[in-house]
């Protein structure tokens, strides 16, 4: 079922709600009802993760997305960078949205592709419940901070909405320092406007397979 049209009839039964309660009739009242929720990629059998997806599913979703919200998502192409499922499972990020299916090029999808000019190594952050791993592959230097450049890119709101998204505060800052420059401990806050952009971050290498989460906090301003 399209989301839009759930989250109508929703709207659509509050209101009717409302009018039954106004008539003074009932001091109380109660009543069963069903209720669904469905996540991205529901469709395809996934478990948090939006996998092998055709074309026209990532553009809804990317639509429902950005008509909400915007959308952050981590650049995979290093080596450096790798994400697992939401079962601490292996996860090819190349194939997680957005995949860029349409594309004919996935490392330069143009205007073919789910986002523009976001290339098949980026994932969502939103439509993907994943954990970032630094260094599964080679392992990184210890004791460390390494620095990524443009680690994180935002996607803009389609409707020209000013977003605020904030990384940690509430916990992290131990792993993943520092974004945009500043400290995830105290809230690094990335401002998105009208068009896409990118930030900057820096990890921190104490002791090998140290974990952490991290709130992602997005708010329209």
Same mark, same amino acid.
């Given at each position: 079922?399209?989301? %839009? ?25 109660? *009543?069963? %009802? ?7 990629? $529901? ?9 092998? $997806? ?36 292996? *996860? ?111 990890? $921190? ?17």
């Amino acid at each position: 079922m399209n989301r %839009r049209n759930v989250l109508t009839g929703l709207g659509g039964l509050a209101i009717s709600g409302g009018a039954l309660f106004g008539s003074g009739a009932f001091t109380s009242v109660s *009543a069963t %009802r069903s209720v669904e929720v469905n996540v991205f990629g $529901a469709d395809s059998g996934t478990n948090g993760l939006v996998e092998g $997806a055709d074309q026209s599913t990532e553009d809804e979703i990317a639509a429902t997305i950005t008509d909400n919200a915007v959308d952050v998502l981590v650049d995979t192409s290093s080596a450096d960078v790798s994400v697992k499922g939401p079962e601490g499972n292996s *996860a090819e990020a190349t194939s997680l949205f957005p995949a860029n299916p349409g594309a004919s090029d996935g490392a330069n999808p143009g205007t073919d592709g789910t986002y523009d000019n976001v290339s098949h190594e980026y994932v969502s952050l939103v439509a993907n419940d994943v954990t970032i791993v630094f260094g599964e592959e080679n392992g990184l230097p210890p004791n460390s901070t390494l620095g990524y450049n443009g680690l994180f890119e935002f996607v803009a709101n389609s409707n020209g909405s000013t977003f605020e998204v904030t990384f940690g505060e509430s916990n992290g800052g131990d792993v993943l320092t520092k974004v945009g420059g500043e400290s995830v401990s105290n809230g690094a806050t990335v401002s998105v406007s009208q068009s896409s952009t990118s930030s900057d971050a820096e990890v $921190a290498t104490e002791s090998s397979g140290k974990s952490e989460d991290l709130d992602i906090r997005i708010a329209e301003q």
